[in-house]
């Protein structure tokens, strides 16, 4: 039982270097992840002594303006 070895067309190699050619185009066009230790690091405030916690940040108060009548 011998298998016939496989023709390698021109129109295909020409569509495999297409397509890898294609798939390095995009790679080269993505923004890279910049490193988690280029990252900084957003200062928490310590947690309050009582317990708590809530503050009426920026964020919360512009919420609160959106749902007046």
């Given at each position: 039982m011998s298998q016939a070895p496989t023709k390698l067309?021109?129109?295909t190699v020409?569509?495999?270097a297409?397509?890898?050619s294609a798939v390095?185009?995009?790679a080269?066009?993505?923004p890279s992840r910049?490193?988690?230790t280029e990252m900084p690091q957003a200062a928490l405030k310590p947690k309050?002594?009582?317990g708590g916690g809530y503050s009426l940040s920026k964020h919360v108060?512009?919420?609160y303006k959106t749902t007046r009548v």
């Open positions: 067309s021109r129109r020409f569509a495999g297409g397509a890898a390095a185009v995009i080269s066009l993505m910049p490193n988690q309050p002594a009582r108060q512009q919420y």
